[in-house]
């Protein structure tokens, strides 16, 4: 299988790619350009990234960038970190890459627990995960060519543990199980799901 | 009670107008302009209306401008409908009302059943719903001055027969109903919740 990792070199993606390309052919996708270069706030770098890379299996995101810090510093400004990272840069990957992607592909984006448990200085990043979530399930049934998308939506992750603090309660997923999460998607049927690992 | 309601001369913002006026003191914010004039996709424009309004004890929002239209219609630039309008629109009123808004006072927002239900030609509205959602829970845990947030979220109304062809198997909500739902946002003492009508 062909695998574009979107954010390959970060913590998610680094650990991701190790995995998989045991098995399968990964192109590494990141800002800074591993295999090929891409900021997903861009749609025209998307497209690009789309051309050079030619048809492919399966697309995961583990980029998305947002606004962390205190709600006194969060407005209109700030709020756009999270809309035009990972919203739109996600959402992006898929309405661009659906015109690339194998009949029967797949989707996967990363949202996180934070859709539905809220910690403080966080608020930009659940508003953006609902929205991916939400764009999911409706995307879901949109998609033709037997396209699947679904997201995987862990807590604060084990490889991260300068996270831990401002996760008070969430028992941090494994790596392992994150990826497990993943593979669930990439090499199941399910379509239009909100993956917790 | 001093209820801002953005949105006045729609057909939600209508209903609950003229039963809210009955008891309370209404200020009825619209695109073009009732007691006050409010385009949301401006922040500038919100803190106008703020400005001109004065301190108030709640807000409440039924504009939530999205792109509805097939898939293929669907893009970087048509989904910024919803991404402005539903979902920023409401965030920068949130966002911005904070500072005008008196202690103990609410924000009732909109979103809708398109959430987690999606159909058709409406998966901007799917991610601008779930993202006003997503803020919802996260904005109840950071405001100050016992300012709670809620949103009602119904499906199809009964004032919009247009809809209901777009709704296969939804039972439209009752104005009534609907009512009820900002009632208990606005009257009640819960926040963070997401009030099915």
């Known amino acids: 299988m ?8 970060g913590t998610m993606g680094t650990y991701l790619t190790k995995s998989f390309e045991k098995e399968h052919e ?14 997903i706030t861009s749609p025209e770098a998307i497209e690009s990234m789309y051309k050079s890379i030619g048809d492919f299996d399966a697309l ?7 606004f962390v ?15 035009e990272g990972k919203m739109m840069g996600q959402i992006n990957l898929v309405l661009i890459g659906q015109h690339y992607i194998k009949p029967g592909g797949s989707f996967t984006l990363i949202t996180g627990g934070l859709t539905h448990e809220p910690q403080r200085n966080f608020a930009n990043a659940s508003a953006a995960n609902a929205a991916v979530e939400g764009f999911v399930r409706a995307a879901a049934i949109e998609l033709g060519n ?3 998308i ?8 084990e490889n991260s543990p300068q996270y831990f ?3 008070p309660g ?9 990826e497990y999460g993943f593979r669930k998607s990439v090499f199941g049927a399910n379509t239009g799901q909100i993956i917790k690992p």
């Open 2 to 9: 062909k695998i574009v990792i979107v954010g390959a070199s």
């Open 26 to 39: 990964v192109i590494k996708a990141d800002r800074n350009g591993i295999d090929v270069k891409v900021d």
């Open 60 to 66: 995961i995101c583990t980029a998305g960038p947002t």
């Open 69 to 83: 810090g205190p709600w006194k510093s969060l407005n209109d400004k700030t709020f756009r970190n999270g809309v």
């Open 146 to 148: 037997g396209i699947r």
């Open 150 to 157: 679904n997201a995987v939506s862990p807590t604060v992750i």
């Open 165 to 167: 603090p401002f996760f």
């Open 170 to 178: 969430e028992i941090p997923v494994t790596m392992k199980a994150l």
